[in-house]
Each structure stands twice: as C-alpha cells, then as structure tokens.
C-alpha cells in the first residue's frame, strides 16, 4: 500500500509540473498535439499506479519524452508557419454574411446543432445576426456581428467615462485569511495602506474571507463567517 501511495504521489507531482511546463490553458483551448499530450500522460501514469510490477521509471520516462516532445513542437510552431499549419491547422470560416458555409461545416464534421449552440453561447437566435463565424483551431467558434446587432459601447452612445472608469480590475489581496503579496505588490500603493486599512476596519488578515482592491485606494472588505476555522 505505501509503494501504491508513493508511486502516486510522483506521478502526480510529475504531472502537474508537466502540465504547468505545457502552459495554462483550459480544456477547450487545447491544440490537438497538447490534447493528445495531456491524454496519453493520463494513461500512462495510470499503469505503474495499477501494476505495481512495471517500474516506476516505466513511467516516468514517457511523460518527461511527451512533454519534451510537445515543448519541442511549439518551439518549433512558433517559429515556422509550416510547422504551425502541420501541427494546429488553420481557422475556417464557416458563416459569411450570414451564409452558412455547408461544405466547410461538413469538412470539419461540425453539425448546425454544435453552430447553434456556439451561436446560443453568445445570445445570437439567428444567423442572419453574424457577419462571420470562425472556427478556430481549438474548436472554439469566434463570431463577428453586423454594426447593428453588436452589443452597445460607451462610444457608441456617447457616454462618458468617469475617473474610475479607466482604472485596472480589482485585484484580491486577501482569500480566505490569506494575503496575497504579489497583488499588494501590484497594485502600487503606500506600505502602509493595508495595516491603516486593517486599523480602521478593526480586523486582522485572518478575520478577512475576502478583500479586493483598486489602486486608488478602494475595496470591499467581506469578513469570515464566525465559527470558520
């Protein structure tokens, strides 16, 4: 039971290195060779954690020559459009002017029930609505609309932007009793800002479930339920 909980505990250590060498992306945002990297690394990992027989460098091995492979690819894809072509092909475009391209869509075996649900992810009923839909080499379908059925902006109506406006997104400084020091860091205020904030607010970190922050000097501070460890 103990080699089955170390094997385990490598593999999956090795794993999630793997993944975070392979980059951030989510599932739906992989290209086909990282999906097929990320499948194949799943499947082996699960034989030296079920046959305790094969060596645990049976599959150690494999994954660290996958990820080198798969690092080596998109090393080489960023520096070579042939390469980049060959490996996650090309976008399409399977509605123009609100034409559905039926060859392309059967090209890409994409059936108008998958077209109708992207269209429906994005509050678009009608195809006359879209000026182009492209797919693109994540699968994911990327929609332009006609000037009058784009959603309004502030330019378009004329409004003003106020001085907060123009400020960056809030940034959490503290979750779940925890502070986050590189987004203190980033947000570029005074040193003393947070400890006058935790003074006027008659808390400390651990009394705060969360604290979000703009850079002039904003929050909103919500604090742990009582009774939470």
């Known amino acids: 039971m103990t080699i089955v909980f170390f094997r385990t505990l490598v593999l999956y250590l090795l794993i999630v290195i793997a993944l975070r060498i392979m980059g951030k992306r989510q599932l739906g945002e992989l290209q086909p060779s990282e999906f097929v990297v990320t499948i194949l690394i799943s499947n082996i990992a699960t034989l030296p954690i079920e046959d305790t027989n094969i060596p645990l460098i049976g599959g150690v091995v494999p994954i660290l020559v996958l ?38 869509m059967e090209k890409l075996r994409f059936s108008i029930d998958d077209l ?10 009608d ?11 994540t699968g994911k379908v990327s929609i332009y609309q006609p000037f009058d059925n784009r959603p309004a902006t502030a330019s378009m ?73």
Not at 116 to 125: P, T, W
Not at 167 to 191: C, F, N, R, T
Request: proline content about 5%; glycine content about 4%.
């Open 157 to 229: 109506v004329g409004a003003q932007p106020s001085p907060t406006d123009n400020l960056p997104p809030p940034s959490v400084i503290v979750s779940d009793g925890v502070l986050v020091d590189e987004a203190l860091h980033d947000l570029q205020v005074k040193k003393d800002w947070l400890p006058k904030l935790l003074k006027k607010e008659k808390c400390e970190v651990k009394d705060i479930f969360l604290l979000t922050a703009q850079n002039d000097g904003s929050y909103n501070l919500i604090r742990r339920e009582k009774g939470r460890s």
């Open 67 to 104: 990820v080198s492979l798969e690092v080596l690819t998109s090393a080489l894809a960023l520096k070579n459009y042939k390469v980049r072509r060959l490996v996650s092909g090309r976008p399409r475009i399977i509605i123009r002017d609100g034409v559905i391209d039926q060859k392309e």
């Open 116 to 125: 109708m649900e992207e269209l429906r992810s994005n509050s678009i009923f």
């Open 127 to 137: 195809v006359k609505e879209v000026s182009f839909a492209i797919v693109e080499t």
